[in-house]
């Protein structure tokens, strides 16, 4: 049986309840070792349960918006890169083309057509595949390609974990005290046990308090073997972190090039926009892909020069240092012609 490691487990804000619970624990077990009267007893169990199903309700709850907040923000940056024509009537000649292509087609052909290893369609082409007729084979590739290319975020790594996470608090979401559940990594076959709330804060003896309050500092001293739990079980979890898995590329390009300035005789617009890139590339997603078919290099160059701007006008440091630079590869150029 693979082991399971769910994220939640290892959030510091889950494990902060579990550390409150085990303290409410050691305080019942207090009580008992002094013999207190059993109504005194009984409602300090009773608001201990209600403490820990209140306080993880709340956890769920936030981290349910944590996760709707960046599946919000992988969608809309996904929108905002759907197809754009810079030339509509070369599109509207592209799309005659195809048309002309798979009309003089029959069925075998339409499929040999849409199977065809490396061959890519786009949203329309797509579209007018399924409005032909077609065998029902072909019909269900080209319907799961349409849904595919429709909502191609979900096939982000970083999407599909997030709808693993939100799946996984379901676990933990039960409201009831007489239903809810801890989960706790452990060093089973399987990867974690549970308690029950309803039955944590009682204690037949001394021995079932050991017991409970062991299984507690066991599970906590616990971190997980999985990289990808790691990164993205952390309370803060933005998109940034999650980006961070994928192993940064080292810099062509050393601070402030000569090359990047337009006043510089250096000046080089392809090596201004490849040291853009390496400094303000949005690597969230694959929406300056190069690879995809609405790419455009202006609209990318247009996007880097913004969050240059951007930085120059809020980082007093940073502009200083830029406007430093700038002026002395002008200086040099003035050096060079009088000589």
């Known amino acids: 049986m693979k082991r399971k490691e769910f994220s939640f487990m ?158 996984e608090l379901e676990l933990i979401s039960n409201e009831s005290i007489q239903r809810a559940i801890l989960y706790l990594p452990s060093e089973s076959a399987i990867g974690f046990e549970t308690i029950s709330v309803n039955t944590l804060f009682s204690f037949k003896d001394n021995y079932e308090y050991e017991q409970k309050n062991q299984t507690i500092e066991n599970a906590l001293a616990i971190v997980p073997t999985n990289e990808t739990t790691q990164v993205y079980s952390r309370q803060s979890s933005s998109l940034s972190e999650l980006a961070g898995i994928r192993e940064k590329p080292e810099r062509v390009y050393e601070d402030f090039d000569p090359r990047i300035f337009k006043s510089s005789s250096n000046y080089d617009i392809t090596d201004r926009f490849k040291y853009l890139k390496e400094r303000f590339n949005e690597n969230d997603t694959d929406r300056f892909d190069v690879t995809k078919e609405n790419y455009s290099i202006y609209d990318h160059l247009d996007y880097l020069e913004g969050q240059h701007a951007k930085k120059l006008k809020t980082d007093t440091n940073y502009r200083e240092a830029y406007q430093k630079a700038e002026k002395a590869a002008n200086n040099a150029d003035n050096v060079q012609v009088e000589e």
């Open 10 to 167: 290892f959030n510091k804000q889950y494990q902060a309840i579990i550390k409150e619970a085990q303290k409410e624990m050691k305080q019942i077990k207090q009580l008992i070792d002094y013999d207190s009267k059993e109504e005194r007893l009984n409602q300090a169990i009773s608001d201990s349960k209600k403490n820990t199903v209140n306080a993880i309700q709340d956890f769920v709850k936030s981290q349910k918006q944590a996760i709707k907040d960046q599946q919000t923000a992988i969608e809309q940056s996904y929108a905002k890169a759907r197809n754009t024509y810079k030339n509509p009537t070369e599109e509207l000649l592209r799309r005659q083309d195809f048309d002309m292509e798979v009309g003089s087609m029959d069925q075998s052909e339409i499929a040999t057509l849409v199977h065809t290893p490396g061959r890519t369609f786009t949203t329309y082409e797509l579209n007018k595949l399924y409005s032909l007729d077609v065998d029902s084979t072909t019909k269900s590739l080209l319907k799961a390609a349409i849904n595919k290319n429709k909502h191609p975020y979900r096939e982000e790594e970083k999407y599909q974990y997030l709808q693993k996470e939100a799946a």
